[in-house]
């Protein structure tokens, strides 16, 4: 059974900086795409960042380029978000989520989803 499990998001103020994991397990990690995705209450799921399953091709919203970094360790069956300079929009539940084929940014590609981790960013 495909398992994805989220840690790392909490409370920081604007400039602050977290590192949110994704845990997988259940199937061969190193051999999927990946990517994360956030959510506002009221707001359709986000694409945020997203990572092919070698790691050599990434691909970032515009409103966090140069602030968030995807990456993977594919031996510990781990993706991971580096995210730094935070602000209050970025303020979100974030997702990680397996793609079923190629990543891309429409939330219907994906058919694994992780239970989320509450990211809230204060001004």
């Known amino acids: 059974q495909v398992q994805l499990v989220e840690s790392g998001g909490g409370l920081v103020q604007a400039g602050g900086s977290l590192r949110l994991s994704c845990v997988a397990s259940g199937h061969t990690f190193g051999s999927y795409d990946m990517a994360w995705f956030r959510q506002v209450p009221g707001k359709e799921r986000e694409f945020v960042a997203g990572?092919?399953?070698?790691?050599?091709?990434?691909e970032y919203l515009d409103s966090v380029k140069g602030r968030f970094t995807i990456s993977r360790d594919n031996a510990k069956n781990t993706l991971y978000l580096q995210m730094n300079n935070l602000e209050p929009e970025d303020t979100a539940i974030y997702y990680c989520a397996r793609a079923e084929h190629n990543f891309g940014r429409d939330w219907s590609l994906y058919n694994y989803w992780g239970q989320g981790t509450q990211v809230t960013v204060s001004s």
């Open positions: 990572i092919v399953w070698s790691g050599g091709r990434v």
